[in-house]
């Protein structure tokens, strides 16, 4: 059973940058899709970036493409987030998920019901 910790939220201005991480352990499948999801309250959990472990290939939802940056270490574990430019409507909880071996990665594929192994998640704050 995977065990996935995220960290480096925090509170940042509006126009600045953070830079999220997520640990992953207890999981040795190479060719796995790796996320980011956020979940603002009353709102629910969306897909915010995706990395094709493995094949290095990344995904992006619209409402971050341009703006964000998903990466992994050279091992391809811990996975990272970079967002710049954070606006008004960034601020959620982030939570980093892993799917089961084998499920492709994809923009179209950044559901909930694709990943199985999810993080507690890493608050990240905007101020204006």
């Known amino acids: 059973q995977a065990d996935l910790a995220e960290s480096g939220g925090g509170s940042v201005q509006a126009g600045g940058s953070l830079r999220l991480s997520c640990a992953v352990s207890g999981y040795p499948y190479k060719y796995v899709c790796m996320a980011w999801f956020r979940q603002a309250p009353g709102q629910e959990r969306e897909g915010v970036a995706a990395?094709?472990?493995?094949?290095?290939?990344?995904f992006y939802a619209d409402s971050v493409e341009g703006r964000a940056g998903i990466s992994a270490d050279i091992a391809n574990k811990p996975i990272h987030l970079q967002m710049d430019s954070l606006k008004p409507e960034d601020p959620a909880v982030y939570y980093c998920?892993?799917?089961?071996?084998?499920?492709?990665?994809?923009?179209?594929?950044?559901?909930?019901?694709?990943?199985?192994?999810w993080g507690r998640g890493t608050q990240v704050t905007v101020s204006s």
């Open positions: 990395f094709g472990m493995g094949f290095g290939t990344t």
């Open positions: 998920a892993v799917g089961p071996p084998g499920r492709q990665c994809g923009t179209a594929r950044l559901e909930t019901a694709n990943f199985d192994y």
